[in-house]
Nanobody, 121 residues
Framework: QVQLVESGGGLVQAGGSLRLSCAATGSIVRVNAMGWYRQAPGKQRELVATITSDGNTNYADSVKGRFTISRDAAKNTVNLQMNRLKPEDTAVYYC???????????????WGQGTQVTVSS
């Protein structure tokens, strides 16, 4: 069974920083793309950033220049460094990962349980 476990959320003042981490555990042969999404109250879940197995990154326009996504392939982890946080960054942040459990299986997209990030003004 594969699980994604997130950590690092919390309360921070505007202009501050937080670092989120997400570890994929379980029976894993290969982790392909990994990413972070967020969902604010009353809004749809939206993409924050993604990173491929080759290290190519993609960011939402709203976080470019402030957030940095990275991954540790050896540990099957993905991180999100969030700087110059704004109140509008307040949301539940979810990580996801496209994971193959065997060499012949079709990859499946797993999601973490979410971690709350609150930015006060």
């Amino acid at each position: 069974q594969v699980q994604l476990v997130e950590s690092g959320g919390g309360l921070v003042q505007a202009g501050g920083s937080l670092r989120l981490s997400c570890a994929a555990t379980g029976s894993i042969v290969r982790v392909n793309a990994m990413g972070w999404y967020r969902q604010a109250p009353g809004k749809q879940r939206e993409l924050v950033a993604t990173i491929t197995s080759d290290g190519n990154t993609n960011y939402a326009d709203s976080v470019k220049g402030r957030f940095t996504i990275s991954r540790d392939a050896a540990k099957n982890t993905v991180n999100l460094q969030m700087n110059r946080l704004k109140p509008e960054d307040t949301a539940v942040y979810y990580c996801n990962a496209d994971i193959s459990q065997t060499y012949f299986s079709v990859p499946y997209l797993y999601w973490g349980q979410g971690t709350q990030v609150t930015v006060s003004s």
